[in-house]
């Protein structure tokens, strides 16, 4: 693809959720660097937890000032975005859930989808088929910049315990998914003690769920709690979880995942079915951590095989390329009133999906 001319554009970051913030942050730092104009239009959540980093001066707090800030593309990692904000409306997804059928799902707000990999990039161009008015850039997730770029000194300032084998357990949230009320009983039973381990929850997961797991004596684990999960996969040596997306963040450092109960692609780490099986498989990837090594790479090459760290300046470079050669937005665009109705609604009583 022919590379137009970026400095020209200029780009709202729309953020709701905390976990989001991440997926932002290298493509902050490629437009500060390039010296691109930008703003960030977001969550009083994210306001709270907003990267030091980041300048505060160009936060738009209203939504009249997110209009006369008149920008050319509007980013979003979330699954709505305000359709009164002008520019072209372009979705970085929220993570690598492929197994999960909302990851596909076509909500009408969006110009342009920038897929993870070959596999998402074939999903959305099924959907195109019957929404020819949305245009697909496979430019790999920029998060994935973030993780494979990260200070190696911020990971060794962690305050874990030196000597130890650190597990890393992060699972989903969802009823459909979620592991930890099996894994419960069974996790402080088989920790060893040559090994420490740490508890990262989704900040949607089950509050009373989260409290058992701060019972484990502090010698043996601790709860991770409003921090980022990427220093952390960098200090892991093992990850468990189910079907949650972050696998495949961890994937992206190369290394081994044991896995409960996945709902998709099962050999993608050490699957196992049963609470007894645990103990055992993680034994088995410490001792051989190469073992699903090519395993990891497959689908890793399906997902999302861009690890050059240059995501990020890629999709910038792209989208001023598809500016120059459409016409946004795109004929036949659905009016969608019924999911602008309630972007109105949730703006005016403050329940909204950016609050």
């Given at each position: 693809?022919?590379?137009?001319?970026?400095?020209?554009?200029?780009?709202?970051?729309?953020?709701?959720?905390?976990?989001?913030?991440?997926?932002?942050?290298?493509?902050?730092?490629?437009?500060?660097?390039?010296?691109?104009?930008?703003?960030?239009?977001?969550?009083?959540?994210?306001?709270?937890?907003?990267?030091?980093?980041?300048?505060?001066?160009?936060?738009?707090?209203?939504?009249?000032?997110?209009?006369?800030?008149?920008?050319?593309?509007?980013?979003?990692?979330?699954?709505?975005?305000?359709?009164?904000?002008?520019?072209?409306?372009?979705?970085?997804?929220?993570?690598?859930?492929?197994?999960?059928?909302?990851h596909f799902k076509i909500?009408?707000?969006?110009?342009?989808?920038l897929t993870s990999g070959?596999?998402?990039?074939?999903?959305?161009?099924?959907?195109?088929?019957?929404?020819?008015?949305?245009?697909?850039?496979?430019?790999?997730?920029?998060?994935?910049?973030?993780?494979?770029?990260?200070?190696?000194?911020?990971?060794?300032?962690?305050?874990?315990?030196?000597?130890?084998?650190?597990?890393?357990?992060?699972?989903?949230?969802?009823?459909?998914?979620?592991?930890?009320?099996?894994?419960?009983?069974?996790?402080?039973?088989?920790?060893?003690?040559?090994?420490?381990?740490?508890?990262?929850?989704?900040?949607?997961?089950?509050?009373?769920?989260?409290?058992?797991?701060?019972n484990i004596a502090p010698?043996?684990?601790?709860?991770?709690?409003?921090?980022?999960?990427?220093?952390?996969?960098?200090?892991?040596?093992?990850?468990?979880?189910?079907?949650?997306?972050?696998?495949?963040?961890?994937?992206?450092?190369?290394?081994?995942?044991?896995?409960?109960?996945?709902?998709?692609?099962?050999?993608?780490?050490?699957?196992?079915?049963?609470?007894?099986?645990?103990?055992?498989?993680?034994?088995?990837?410490?001792?051989?951590?190469?073992?699903?090594?090519?395993?990891?790479?497959?689908?890793?090459?399906?997902?999302?095989?861009?690890?050059?760290?240059?995501?990020?300046?890629?999709?910038?470079?792209?989208?001023?390329?598809?500016?120059?050669?459409?016409?946004?937005?795109?004929?036949?665009?659905?009016?969608?009133?019924?999911?602008?109705?309630?972007?109105?609604?949730?703006?005016?009583?403050?329940?909204?999906?950016?609050?």
């Amino acid at each position: 693809m022919s590379v137009g001319n970026p400095s020209q554009n200029k780009f709202i970051f729309y953020i709701a959720k905390n976990y989001s913030i991440p997926i932002f942050i290298p493509i902050e730092e490629h437009l500060k660097r390039t010296g691109q104009a930008y703003a960030f239009y977001v969550s009083q959540k994210v306001k709270n937890n907003f990267p030091k980093e980041w300048d505060r001066g160009k936060i738009l707090s209203t939504l009249n000032s997110a209009k006369k800030f008149n920008a050319d593309f509007v980013l979003c990692s979330g699954n709505f975005v305000d359709f009164r904000i002008p520019g072209i409306k372009v979705q970085l997804f929220h993570g690598l859930g492929i197994e999960k059928e909302a990851h596909f799902k076509i909500r009408h707000f969006f110009d342009i989808y920038l897929t993870s990999g070959p596999y998402v990039t074939k999903r959305f161009k099924e959907m195109q088929e019957k929404n020819p008015y949305f245009l697909i850039l496979e430019t790999g997730w920029p998060k994935i910049d973030y993780i494979l770029n990260y200070p190696k000194q911020d990971i060794k300032n962690l305050d874990l315990p030196s000597g130890k084998k650190i597990i890393l357990y992060a699972p989903t949230f969802s009823s459909k998914h979620e592991s930890a009320t099996e894994l419960l009983d069974i996790i402080p039973k088989i920790i060893k003690d040559d090994e420490f381990w740490l508890f990262k929850f989704h900040e949607l997961m089950d509050a009373e769920c989260i409290k058992r797991f701060k019972n484990i004596a502090p010698h043996k684990g601790k709860v991770l709690q409003n921090v980022e999960i990427t220093p952390y996969l960098h200090a892991a040596d093992v990850m468990v979880s189910d079907t949650s997306s972050v696998v495949y963040e961890f994937m992206a450092l190369d290394k081994p995942v044991v896995t409960f109960r996945t709902q998709g692609r099962e050999d993608k780490g050490l699957n196992i079915l049963d609470v007894k099986e645990l103990r055992p498989a993680l034994d088995k990837c410490l001792q051989n951590p190469e073992e699903f090594k090519e395993n990891r790479h497959k689908h890793l090459a399906e997902i999302n095989p861009a690890l050059d760290g240059k995501i990020s300046e890629n999709i910038i470079n792209y989208l001023a390329t598809v500016k120059q050669a459409h016409q946004f937005p795109i004929k036949g665009k659905p009016v969608n009133l019924f999911r602008k109705a309630q972007i109105i609604y949730h703006s005016w009583f403050k329940k909204g999906y950016l609050r």
